[in-house]
């Protein structure tokens, strides 16, 4: 009809039958083989219009394409922008949801880290954990921070490594994996050495104490002190004061002396979750004989002895 205007969505498939077109050999006009560059130009062209239309499957299936397109031409960096784009869409309420997104992104690191950039892959990877844990598949966000963890020791990359493991403890920590947050505490403090950074190793050790004392395991709790004496300035720490305290009141079982040493402003600086675990300690109280009360059962709670 004469003087009709096409909307982006018209304009979206007719840049989709040119790509198309762009892919097909053609005798005529002496083109041999697909092209694979104008195919790529008019997929991205495409999945923009799409967008803008609110043709959201349409565009996540323009972006795969044009992702194919540029891994075609061996461009893996605007591959991987491409199949980004495809999960961002797909993300919360999208097409797919979560699952169609994280199927995106995971072509998407793939290609980021072939390119080399693998600071946007681990980027993409850590979202993947976080959706993971709010999936509550603790197997799976484990599996994307480890892998973001390697993106980042590959790279040699100290700084945003800090930040990975910091993410990763309070994960582990949150899912009361405390044996494998405590190895993950192990990595931070070589990586905080490594930053000639030894005041916040001393709050992972203390941090690995305080778990250790969660487990009621104050024997492991002691050792974790000693082998800290090779981290610079640890035996002087306010932290191996207070770690001290602890361990000796704990194995005391005296709840008073807990409570005050929990009191302590050190514990604050610690990670958050970490923080939370040690006022949530119990110890139990030792009997005292002719002392009214349940003598060896009673427990005290840091929590309340610290309101």
């Known amino acids: 009809m004469a003087g009709y205007a096409k ?6 498939k ?25 195919a790529s130009m008019e997929y991205s062209q495409a999945a923009t219009l799409f967008r803008s239309a609110g043709m959201l499957q349409e565009s996540v299936n323009a972006w795969t394409k044009t992702g194919e397109m540029k891994e075609q031409l061996h461009d893996q960096f605007g591959a991987g922008r ?10 919360g309420t999208g097409p797919g949801g979560p699952e169609a997104a994280v199927g995106h992104w995971e072509k998407a690191i793939r290609c980021f880290r072939l390119a080399g950039k ?34 980042f020791e590959q790279d040699e990359k100290d700084y945003d490594l800090g930040d990975v493991y910091r993410s990763y403890t309070g994960f582990l920590v949150r899912a009361e994996c ?11 403090m070589a990586v905080l050495l490594r930053q000639k950074n030894p005041v916040n190793a001393h709050k ?57 040493t929990i009191k302590d402003q050190t514990f604050t600086f610690l990670q958050v979750e970490v923080a939370r675990i040690a006022k949530q300690l119990k110890v139990a109280a030792v009997a005292v004989p002719g002392a009214g009360g349940s003598g060896g ?6 929590a309340d002895a610290l309101m």
Request: proline share 3%; glycine share 6%; net charge negative.
């Open 118 to 151: 693998g600071e946007i892959a681990a980027k993409l990877i850590l979202k993947m954990a976080t959706l993971r844990e709010k999936q509550g598949d603790v197997a799976g966000a484990k599996a994307a921070y480890q892998d973001a963890i390697e993106v």
């Open 7 to 12: 909307g982006p969505a018209d304009e979206a």
């Open 178 to 188: 405390f044996e494998d947050a405590m190895k993950a505490m192990d990595g931070h």
């Open 204 to 260: 992972e050790v203390l941090a690995k104490v305080v778990l250790l004392l969660k487990l009621e395991d104050s024997v492991r709790a002691e050792q974790a002190m000693s082998a800290a004496g090779d981290v610079p300035g640890w035996f002087t720490s306010k932290e191996c004061q207070v770690g001290s305290d602890l361990i000796e009141a704990v194995k005391a079982c005296d709840p008073q002396a807990v409570a005050t």
């Open 82 to 91: 491409a199949y980004e784009s495809a999960g961002a869409i797909c993300d």
């Open 14 to 38: 007719g840049h989709m039958a040119r790509a198309e077109q762009a892919l097909k050999p053609s005798w005529m006009s002496l083109k041999f083989s697909p092209d694979h560059t104008i």
């Open 297 to 302: 059962d009673q427990e005290a709670h840091l």
